[in-house]
């Protein structure tokens, strides 16, 4: 959604990185161009001005003056006042004290709420709690129905005694699910209401209404962030007629300019809690400020990377792996499989490679990127043997072409996967030596003490090794930089001198790869 605006700011601090030192009308000039980008991302006036204000104060300060690299320094005071904008640090959910906690939902007709009640509860159910949606959305048509195939996706009851289809009561239907949730130990009630505008009094007052009859701990406003403008002054009057305690972005994925999700939190005064980022039910975050910032401005976010595999991983995996690392073991085609089926419950691989740091400046290639050619991967490791997976090496010319028609490919495919993964064990190899002391990663037993100072004065030995170029549980065998781009660039956003990474061809990943399948 924002790769408009990341890209204007991009240009802009490109130019500044030249110089030594800033004048005022260098600072002027930034100031001037980074307003022209907020105002053409759709950002209201109001939130434009403070932003610049408070920019070019903070520019002409001690900070930058007498900072080694200023251009820097002007990055970080944009990076800051744009998680300021964005609300400072993320607030949480407010539980109740005795369960159980009402969340009550609300928002713009066609705002993606239902949808998003199904998420949320999927998401709380992973937290531990037991929620209970409540279908009191009764006027627009099949919207019950929606939600009950939603619950039974994310696994969560629905409460919906009435069809709906503009028959029932809300309001009762709001009232009795307090006391449904009580008699079914259901911790936290979701209630999803029906879609209104800002002008339409009957429908705000029957909002109201449901309000005043279940006193919800939160009233989270669903903003769509493609709406632009009117999405926020839809909140605002929605504030003023029912009142909000937090907000919730829909429709992050889109390709709208985002001026609204910059917006909101300071136009309505409330917090944005959580950010729905595509159609699926999983595709749902924790709103971070300080994370969205980083995005913005092209800096990736490793953290929300780190925690997506972690999740990806199960704990029994990641500590197989780690054994293997930690011990020496040969990284083997099996487990290449393992975490490449792993990756794809991250989602789609664009995504996770887009929250790499440095990777900005490939939008278009990472767009291109197609998702079934790890299908066609996974085909092929399926298609060989137990011992084919240990050993590759005993893939003889027939055992290849056994395995291309087995798999539907060709043998070149065959050739180039075992030619990458050949690439991902040597990965592996320098992974486990970071994964070690001081000294480098475990090693054997030697015979004599002379062999044990030979093996500390070679690989393994030497100068410390820091962080592995992946995030922590991040696999082996992941597609690399495209061609181009070189990773002793991107050292200080996570990625070592020295550590050299399987490359790929991106082009044998297009979504314009016609080949027979």
């Known amino acids: 959604m924002f790769d408009t605006l990341s890209d204007r700011l991009s240009g802009i601090f490109t130019k500044l990185r030249g110089k030594g030192r800033l004048t005022d009308a260098d600072i002027d000039a930034t100031a001037r161009e980074i307003r022209l ?102 006027q627009r048509p099949n919207a019950v129905g929606q939600l009950q195939v939603l619950g ?22 709001a009232r009795a699910s307090i006391e449904h949730a009580k008699r079914a130990a259901r911790d936290i ?10 002008i339409d009094a009957e429908m705000m007052q029957q909002a109201a209404d449901i309000r005043d009859a279940v006193n919800p701990d939160e009233v989270i406003f669903v903003i769509d962030a493609m709406v632009g403008q009117d999405a926020v002054r839809t909140a605002e009057a929605f504030r003023d007629g029912v009142g909000i305690t937090g907000v919730v972005l829909s429709k992050l ?23 729905s980022t595509g159609e699926k039910l999983e595709d749902f975050d924790v709103f971070y400020p300080d994370r969205m910032a980083s995005r913005i401005l092209g800096m990736g976010d490793v953290l929300t990377l780190i925690e997506q595999a972690e999740q990806a991983f199960d704990a029994d995996q990641k500590e197989k792996m780690t054994a293997k ?47 079934k050619h790890f299908d066609r991967v996974t085909a092929i490791i399926r298609s060989m043997t137990p011992a084919e997976r240990t050993n590759p090496k005993i893939l003889n010319g027939s055992r290849r072409a056994r395995i291309a028609n087995g798999s539907g490919v060709t043998v070149m495919d065959v050739n180039q996967l075992l030619n990458r993964f050949a690439d991902a064990q040597k990965m592996m190899k320098q992974m486990g030596g970071m994964m070690g002391l001081a000294g480098g990663g475990r090693r054997k037993a030697t015979k004599s ?23 922590g549980g991040f696999p082996g065998g992941m597609p690399q930089l495209p061609p181009g781009v070189d990773p002793n660039d991107l050292a200080g956003q996570g990625l070592p001198p020295g550590f050299k990474l399987p490359k790929i061809d991106f082009n044998k990943l297009g979504k314009g790869d016609k080949r027979p399948r």
Do not use: C
């Open 189 to 198: 009630v979701v209630v999803d209401t029906a879609g209104r505008l800002g």
């Open 253 to 275: 994925d889109g390709d709208a300019r985002g001026g609204a999700a910059l917006s909101v939190r300071e136009v309505t005064g409330q917090p944005i809690l959580f950010a």
């Open 325 to 371: 690392l930690m011990g020496g073991e040969q990284f083997t085609l099996e487990d290449f499989l393992d975490q490449l089926i792993a990756v794809r419950r991250m989602g789609p691989i664009a995504n996770v490679l887009a929250m790499m740091p440095g990777m900005g400046q490939m939008k278009d290639q990472l767009a291109e990127l197609d998702d």
């Open 449 to 471: 003490p002379k062999n044990k100072r030979k093996g500390a004065k070679g690989g393994g030995g030497g100068r410390p090794r820091t962080g592995a170029g992946m995030p």
């Open 37 to 138: 980008a907020l105002l053409e991302a759709d950002v209201a006036l109001p939130v434009v001005k403070g932003f610049i204000a408070n920019v070019k104060e903070r520019a002409r300060g001690a900070e930058v003056s007498q900072a080694l690299n200023p251009a820097q320094q002007i990055i970080k005071i944009v990076n800051d006042e744009l998680i300021n904008v964005l609300g400072g640090e993320g607030r949480r959910l407010q539980f109740a004290k005795q369960p159980p906690t009402v969340i009550m939902l609300a928002g713009l007709q066609g705002s993606g709420k239902t949808t998003l009640a199904g998420k949320l509860a999927r998401w709380l159910k992973a937290q531990g709690h037991q929620p209970l949606l409540v279908a009191a959305d009764l």
């Open 152 to 173: 039974g996706r994310a696994g969560v009851e629905v409460y919906a005694p009435e069809p709906g289809n503009g028959v029932g009561d809300p309001v009762q239907v």
